[in-house]
Nanobody
Framework: QVQLVESGGGLVQAGGSLRLSCAAS????????MGWYRQAPGKQRELVAN???????NYADSVKGRFTISRDNAKNTVYLQMNSLKPEDTAVYYC????????????????WGQGTQVTVSS
């Protein structure tokens, strides 16, 4: 019913920047929160940043001051601007959204994107 499509990953040198995008589409009544998680090989998936109710943001300590999350409500899209990238930022980045689907009486569903690879070389 809802799809999340991510883009913007790639290979970058340490100190460089990337911008990730995640667009939600489908039978969307409202989106209560959108965020980015990442999973490095051999590690658990972890929260990078999220934006709740369109304005309240949270960041992992490891990315504070370097990453910025933003959202375009009209496009149902969330962005992650990543600056001053470090090799330890290398991971698959996943978009997550908490969505109220049309016709579900305000029930909130959680959707995940397919993931996009970010590789930072030293």
């Amino acid at each position: 019913q809802v799809q999340l499509v991510e883009s913007g990953g790639g290979l970058v040198q340490a100190g460089g920047s990337l911008r990730l995008s995640c667009a939600a589409s489908g039978n969307i009544f409202s989106i209560n929160a959108m965020g980015w998680y990442r999973q490095a090989p051999g590690k658990q998936r972890e929260l990078v940043a999220n934006i709740i109710s369109g304005s309240s943001t949270n960041y992992a300590d490891s990315v504070k001051g370097r990453f910025t999350i933003s959202r375009d409500n009209a496009k149902n899209t969330v962005y992650l601007q990543m600056n001053s990238l470090k090799p330890e930022d290398t991971a698959v980045y996943y978009c997550k959204a908490r969505v109220v689907v049309v016709g579900t009486n305000a029930y909130e569903y959680v959707y995940w994107g397919q993931g996009t690879q970010v590789t930072v070389s030293s």
